[in-house]
């Protein structure tokens, strides 16, 4: 196979992903290099999952316009690949006096992002549209766009049209060193070289590593772990819409919502580190959390826990996306895309496009393109294939529920274990899925899980790479 592109994407979450596919929209051969065995296995896979409208953004930024534009790119692509959006809508409550003086002004700033649809509520109608909040709240600002929506399906079906449209997937390939020849830039792997003209660094929490590789010193990464608590479906009955405070200089703060998957998550907290791989959760977060859900919604507290998960945002020492092409080096770096990114993605991915294009990459559309892949629903409020007497009669397999907690079937299994990106491991099938992701957490199906994965043949397969001729289109 040949090994030299036009374009190298180190990176294959969802910013990443989504380069990848707008390229490979082009005359161009695309590379999507990632360290890990999995598409979608860093940042991406653990955020709060709201597609945002934008609303608080800092007005004038890359990021204002990027998530604004992402809102309406991902919101469009959704409908056409089956990832699920539930359109529940948000209030921003406000707990103090100082609180409800910043409403106004939160309202201003949504209009000047563009968004025009936020209102200012008093307490009774906080609590008429959220009747279990907890008791003191003052007023809120409605944002009825806000959106919750399955994050892995987004990264997935990215990746999977960007390998439809000719994207070389490169999976297990870590970048460690660069050299940057006069055509070519070769990238030496964990998996061994890959030759390319172009390079796009969409490395996320690596992101600075990689640039320093091209010679830059101009930002670091600040690892800011957030972690959540997610609790069982039951308590989804004690709030539909996304429950958010008002935000600070560190971030969005601690909210509560309903998930794209039936249950209600509280978090995220906001911690920096200096550990890239701290993404497991700790004591100290929890007794924050619980702390603020017993101010925020008592009731949510008396429901079970069904997991707990922890991400880390790529935090930088810059008030903004950082998007900067060197054309001598034919490289582009995108950093610092930090608690946004689900939903700027697709938006970042046009962008960069554009700025390529400035930096003199030859750009021509292709004629055609494949259609956009349809991809499994995972959330709740749709129909699901065990739900489905048409499928289930055309299929059996549809029929046969292996995971009883999150009702998922022996057909959606095999079929995410053939698919054109399959799973590494369990943890993969999981975000494939759902499956024991519910409230025995895999202890029930675990091992007749296991082996539909040890089936596959290319389940477990490291340094895999997918070239877009293996896929039957
Ligand atoms: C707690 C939390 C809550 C969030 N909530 C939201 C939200 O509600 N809505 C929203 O829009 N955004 C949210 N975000 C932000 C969003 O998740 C991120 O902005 C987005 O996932 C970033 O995607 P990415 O592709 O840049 O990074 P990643 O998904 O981290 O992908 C980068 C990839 O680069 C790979 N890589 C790194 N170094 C190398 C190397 N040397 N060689 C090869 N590969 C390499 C990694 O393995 C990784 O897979 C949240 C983030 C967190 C942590």
């Given at each position: 196979m040949n090994t030299t592109h036009d374009v190298a994407v180190i990176g294959a979450g969802i910013v990443g992903a989504a380069i990848a596919r707008e390229l490979s929209g082009h005359q161009l051969s695309v590379a999507l290099l990632d360290a890990r065995d999995d598409v979608g296995d860093g940042t991406s896979k653990a955020n709060t999952a709201i597609l945002h409208t934008g609303f608080d953004a800092k007005p004038g930024t890359l990021e204002s316009a990027m998530v604004s534009r992402g809102y309406r790119l991902l919101s469009e692509y959704a409908r056409h690949t089956g990832i699920p959006i539930e359109h529940t809508g948000a209030i921003l409550v406000a707990w103090d006096n100082e609180q409800l003086d910043a409403l106004p002004g939160l309202r201003d700033k949504a209009v000047a992002n563009g968004y025009r649809h936020c209102e200012i509520i008093d307490a009774a109608e906080v609590y008429r549209q959220i009747p279990h909040l907890g008791p003191g709240a003052l007023g809120g600002l409605t944002v009825p766009d806000e959106s919750i929506i399955c994050t892995w399906t987004v990264n997935l079906a990215l990746a999977t049209d960007a390998v439809h449209r000719g994207t070389t997937l490169l999976r297990g390939?870590?970048?460690?060193s660069v050299d940057v020849g006069p055509e070519f830039t070769t990238l030496h792997t964990t998996a061994g070289p890959v030759t390319s003209r172009w390079v796009v660094n969409a490395?996320?929490?690596g992101a600075d590593v990689v640039d320093a590789r091209f010679g830059f010193e101009r930002f670091t990464v600040t690892p800011r772990r957030g972690e959540l608590i997610v609790y069982d479906k039951l308590a989804r009955r004690l709030v539909d819409k996304i429950v958010l405070p008002v935000p600070t200089a560190r971030g969005k703060g601690v909210l509560v919502s309903p998930t794209i998957y039936g249950n209600v998550m509280l978090g995220p907290t906001s911690e920096d580190l200096q550990d890239r791989t701290a993404t497991g959760t700790s004591e100290a977060g929890f007794e924050f959390l619980l702390d603020k859900g017993h101010k925020l919604m008592p009731d949510l507290l008396a429901e079970e826990v069904t997991a707990t998960y922890s991400g880390l945002r790529a935090a930088i020492d810059h008030g903004d996306y950082l998007v900067a092409p060197d054309a001598a080096q034919r490289y582009l770096l995108v950093g610092g895309i930090r608690s946004t990114g689900l939903t700027a993605g697709m938006a970042i991915a046009e962008h960069v496009v554009n700025e390529l294009r400035s930096a003199g990459l030859d750009l021509v559309p292709k004629h055609e393109l494949p259609e956009p892949p349809r991809m499994p629903n995972l959330g709740e409020a749709f129909i699901r294939p065990y739900q489905d007497a048409d499928r289930i009669a055309a299929d059996p397999a549809y029929g046969k529920i292996v995971c009883f907690c999150e009702r998922v079937t022996a057909g959606e299994l095999r079929d995410a274990c053939r698919s054109?990106?399959?799973?590494?491991d369990l943890d993969g099938l999981r975000r494939r899925?759902?499956?024991?992701?519910?409230?025995c957490q895999g202890f029930f199906c675990g091992a007749e899980v296991q082996e539909f994965l040890d089936a596959?043949?290319?389940?477990?397969?490291?340094?895999r790479t997918t070239h877009p001729e293996e896929i039957a289109l």
């Open positions: 390939h870590r970048v460690e490395a996320g929490l054109p990106i399959p799973p590494a899925t759902r499956v024991m992701n519910g409230r596959t043949p290319t389940g477990a397969v490291h340094a």
